[in-house]
Protein backbone atom coordinates (compact mmCIF):
# COMPACT_ATOMS: atom_id res chain seq x y z
CA UNK A 1 0.00 0.00 0.00
CA UNK A 2 1.24 3.49 -0.77
CA UNK A 3 0.46 6.72 1.02
CA UNK A 4 1.02 9.98 -0.83
CA UNK A 5 2.42 13.11 0.92
CA UNK A 6 2.34 16.77 0.52
CA UNK A 7 4.92 19.18 2.24
CA UNK A 8 3.31 21.61 4.88
CA UNK A 9 5.95 23.49 4.71
CA UNK A 10 9.66 24.67 3.25
CA UNK A 11 12.41 25.75 5.39
CA UNK A 12 14.74 28.85 4.48
CA UNK A 13 17.92 27.85 6.65
CA UNK A 14 21.47 29.32 7.12
CA UNK A 15 23.21 25.91 5.57
CA UNK A 16 23.09 26.39 1.81
CA UNK A 17 24.84 23.18 1.28
CA UNK A 18 24.81 19.50 3.33
CA UNK A 19 29.03 19.38 3.82
CA UNK A 20 29.31 21.04 7.45
CA UNK A 21 25.33 20.75 8.78
CA UNK A 22 25.56 19.57 12.24
CA UNK A 23 24.65 15.39 12.80
CA UNK A 24 22.43 16.10 14.67
CA UNK A 25 19.96 19.47 16.60
CA UNK A 26 20.90 21.49 19.19
CA UNK A 27 24.77 20.51 18.14
CA UNK A 28 24.86 24.10 16.78
CA UNK A 29 21.81 26.34 18.96
CA UNK A 30 23.25 29.52 16.42
CA UNK A 31 22.00 27.81 13.51
CA UNK A 32 18.69 29.60 12.60
CA UNK A 33 15.90 29.04 10.32
CA UNK A 34 12.26 29.80 9.08
CA UNK A 35 9.78 27.47 8.20
CA UNK A 36 7.70 28.94 5.65
CA UNK A 37 4.25 27.22 5.89
CA UNK A 38 2.23 26.15 2.86
CA UNK A 39 -1.13 27.14 2.11
CA UNK A 40 -3.19 26.07 3.84
CA UNK A 41 -1.36 26.16 6.64
CA UNK A 42 -0.39 29.46 5.60
CA UNK A 43 -3.12 30.59 8.02
CA UNK A 44 -3.35 31.81 11.44
CA UNK A 45 -5.64 29.00 12.67
CA UNK A 46 -3.11 26.09 12.07
CA UNK A 47 -0.40 27.69 14.59
CA UNK A 48 -2.75 29.00 16.91
CA UNK A 49 -1.68 27.70 20.75
CA UNK A 50 1.64 26.70 19.44
CA UNK A 51 3.39 30.36 21.45
CA UNK A 52 3.20 27.88 24.26
CA UNK A 53 5.64 25.34 23.22
CA UNK A 54 9.39 25.82 23.44
CA UNK A 55 10.23 23.52 20.94
CA UNK A 56 8.89 21.10 17.77
CA UNK A 57 9.46 18.18 16.21
CA UNK A 58 9.66 18.30 12.27
CA UNK A 59 9.27 15.71 10.23
CA UNK A 60 11.20 16.35 7.00
CA UNK A 61 12.85 14.94 4.09
CA UNK A 62 16.28 14.37 3.10
CA UNK A 63 15.25 15.81 -0.07
CA UNK A 64 18.83 15.93 -1.45
CA UNK A 65 19.35 12.06 -0.70
CA UNK A 66 16.24 10.13 -1.88
CA UNK A 67 16.99 7.08 -3.17
CA UNK A 68 15.28 4.60 -5.82
CA UNK A 69 16.61 1.80 -4.16
CA UNK A 70 16.14 1.15 -0.79
CA UNK A 71 19.26 0.61 1.77
CA UNK A 72 19.59 -2.39 4.74
CA UNK A 73 23.10 -1.14 5.41
CA UNK A 74 24.55 1.89 6.00
CA UNK A 75 28.00 3.55 7.08
CA UNK A 76 27.08 6.41 9.70
CA UNK A 77 29.81 8.70 10.38
CA UNK A 78 29.50 8.02 13.94
CA UNK A 79 31.94 4.92 13.21
CA UNK A 80 33.65 6.53 11.09
CA UNK A 81 32.27 5.81 7.62
CA UNK A 82 33.87 2.60 7.43
CA UNK A 83 31.69 0.11 9.11
CA UNK A 84 28.07 -0.83 8.22
CA UNK A 85 24.97 -1.78 10.50
CA UNK A 86 21.77 -1.70 9.88
CA UNK A 87 19.46 1.38 8.42
CA UNK A 88 17.30 1.27 10.69
CA UNK A 89 20.00 1.18 14.10
CA UNK A 90 21.21 5.29 12.48
CA UNK A 91 19.87 8.30 11.95
CA UNK A 92 21.59 8.03 8.44
CA UNK A 93 20.12 10.18 5.87
CA UNK A 94 19.63 7.55 3.48
CA UNK A 95 16.52 6.58 4.71
CA UNK A 96 13.82 4.52 2.80
CA UNK A 97 11.64 6.50 2.41
CA UNK A 98 13.79 9.41 2.70
CA UNK A 99 11.85 10.70 6.30
CA UNK A 100 14.33 12.78 8.75
CA UNK A 101 12.96 14.37 12.27
CA UNK A 102 14.75 16.71 14.31
CA UNK A 103 13.19 18.06 17.89
CA UNK A 104 14.19 22.20 17.43
CA UNK A 105 13.84 25.53 19.49
CA UNK A 106 10.84 27.35 18.20
CA UNK A 107 11.73 30.98 18.86
CA UNK A 108 8.63 32.86 17.63
CA UNK A 109 5.41 32.11 15.62
CA UNK A 110 3.63 34.39 13.06
CA UNK A 111 0.92 33.74 10.88
CA UNK A 112 2.56 31.15 7.92
CA UNK A 113 5.72 31.48 9.27
CA UNK A 114 8.09 29.54 12.10
CA UNK A 115 11.13 30.81 13.50
CA UNK A 116 13.66 27.99 14.59
CA UNK A 117 17.04 27.79 16.19
CA UNK A 118 19.88 24.44 16.96
CA UNK A 119 18.03 23.53 13.16
CA UNK A 120 20.22 20.57 11.15
CA UNK A 121 18.34 21.21 8.07
CA UNK A 122 19.53 21.84 4.65
CA UNK A 123 17.93 25.23 2.80
CA UNK A 124 15.05 23.87 0.57
CA UNK A 125 13.90 21.24 3.09
CA UNK A 126 10.17 19.94 2.56
CA UNK A 127 8.33 19.46 5.93
CA UNK A 128 5.78 17.05 6.56
CA UNK A 129 4.30 17.68 9.50
CA UNK A 130 5.21 20.08 12.66
CA UNK A 131 4.41 18.04 16.14
CA UNK A 132 4.88 20.35 19.86
CA UNK A 133 7.78 18.45 22.10
CA UNK A 134 6.06 17.39 24.99
CA UNK A 135 8.33 16.89 28.03
CA UNK A 136 7.17 14.26 30.33
CA UNK A 137 6.60 12.05 27.43
CA UNK A 138 9.24 12.70 24.71
CA UNK A 139 12.33 13.14 27.30
CA UNK A 140 13.09 9.29 28.49
CA UNK A 141 15.46 9.47 31.75
CA UNK A 142 16.92 5.93 31.29
CA UNK A 143 17.25 5.80 27.50
CA UNK A 144 20.44 4.63 26.19
CA UNK A 145 22.14 4.25 23.04
CA UNK A 146 25.75 2.70 23.02
CA UNK A 147 26.17 3.31 19.21
CA UNK A 148 26.16 6.82 20.02
CA UNK A 149 26.26 7.70 24.11
CA UNK A 150 27.77 11.13 23.79
CA UNK A 151 27.96 14.21 21.40
CA UNK A 152 30.83 14.44 19.28
CA UNK A 153 34.33 15.33 21.28
CA UNK A 154 34.90 19.24 20.33
CA UNK A 155 38.03 20.57 18.09
CA UNK A 156 39.31 24.51 19.07
CA UNK A 157 38.59 26.64 16.43
CA UNK A 158 41.08 29.41 15.99
CA UNK A 159 40.48 32.57 13.58
CA UNK A 160 43.17 33.64 10.88
CA UNK A 161 43.63 37.72 12.18
CA UNK A 162 41.65 39.10 9.05
CA UNK A 163 38.80 36.34 9.09
CA UNK A 164 37.31 37.47 12.53
CA UNK A 165 36.60 40.94 11.84
CA UNK A 166 35.13 40.33 8.65
CA UNK A 167 32.87 37.35 10.17
CA UNK A 168 32.14 40.34 12.96
CA UNK A 169 30.92 42.99 10.10
CA UNK A 170 28.74 40.25 7.83
CA UNK A 171 26.86 38.88 11.37
CA UNK A 172 25.99 42.60 11.91
CA UNK A 173 24.85 43.06 8.24
CA UNK A 174 22.55 39.83 8.55
CA UNK A 175 21.59 40.44 11.88
CA UNK A 176 22.98 36.83 12.65
CA UNK A 177 25.31 34.92 15.39
CA UNK A 178 27.49 34.15 12.65
CA UNK A 179 30.46 33.82 14.41
CA UNK A 180 29.22 31.72 17.08
CA UNK A 181 27.15 29.74 13.93
CA UNK A 182 30.88 29.34 12.14
CA UNK A 183 32.90 27.84 15.38
CA UNK A 184 29.78 25.61 16.84
CA UNK A 185 29.34 23.82 13.03
CA UNK A 186 33.36 23.61 12.78
CA UNK A 187 34.17 22.44 16.22
CA UNK A 188 32.38 19.23 15.57
CA UNK A 189 34.67 18.49 12.67
CA UNK A 190 32.53 17.90 9.77
CA UNK A 191 35.14 16.09 7.62
CA UNK A 192 34.69 12.43 7.07
CA UNK A 193 36.44 11.01 10.04
CA UNK A 194 38.61 8.55 7.63
CA UNK A 195 40.34 11.50 6.47
CA UNK A 196 43.79 12.89 7.52
CA UNK A 197 44.03 16.15 5.54
CA UNK A 198 47.91 17.75 5.57
CA UNK A 199 48.00 21.28 6.56
CA UNK A 200 47.81 23.30 3.27
CA UNK A 201 44.13 21.20 2.21
CA UNK A 202 41.31 23.63 2.71
CA UNK A 203 37.89 22.73 3.37
CA UNK A 204 34.88 24.85 2.78
CA UNK A 205 31.26 25.61 3.50
CA UNK A 206 28.41 28.21 2.67
CA UNK A 207 26.49 30.17 5.16
CA UNK A 208 24.00 32.13 4.71
CA UNK A 209 25.09 34.44 1.60
CA UNK A 210 28.85 33.28 2.37
CA UNK A 211 31.63 31.30 1.92
CA UNK A 212 33.82 29.96 4.91
CA UNK A 213 37.30 28.14 4.06
CA UNK A 214 39.53 26.42 6.76
CA UNK A 215 41.92 24.07 7.20
CA UNK A 216 43.59 21.73 9.94
CA UNK A 217 47.08 23.32 11.05
CA UNK A 218 47.68 20.28 12.76
CA UNK A 219 45.59 17.11 14.06
CA UNK A 220 42.84 18.57 16.47
CA UNK A 221 42.53 21.91 15.59
CA UNK A 222 40.88 24.13 12.98
CA UNK A 223 41.77 27.10 11.87
CA UNK A 224 39.37 29.53 9.97
CA UNK A 225 40.93 31.24 6.85
CA UNK A 226 38.72 33.33 5.20
CA UNK A 227 35.02 34.45 5.26
CA UNK A 228 33.71 36.07 1.99
CA UNK A 229 30.21 37.00 0.45
CA UNK A 230 29.61 33.86 -1.78
CA UNK A 231 30.07 34.68 -5.57
CA UNK A 232 27.14 34.02 -7.12
CA UNK A 233 25.24 35.57 -4.64
CA UNK A 234 23.87 39.12 -5.50
Aim: net charge neutral; charged share 25%; glycine share 6%.
Amino acid sequence: MQHLVSPVGIVRSCFKEKFAIPRQPHLAPAARGVLELLPPFDQGEAVQGLEQVSHVWLLFLFHQALEDKPRLKVRPPRLGGNQSVGVFSTRATHRPNGIGQSVVRLERVEPGRLHLSGIDLLDGTPVLDIKPYVPYADCVNDAHNAMADAAPRLIPVEWQADALPLARQHALRLNEPLVELIEQCLAQDPRPAYQQPEPERRYGARFWDLDVHWHYPEPGRIRVLDVQKAANIA
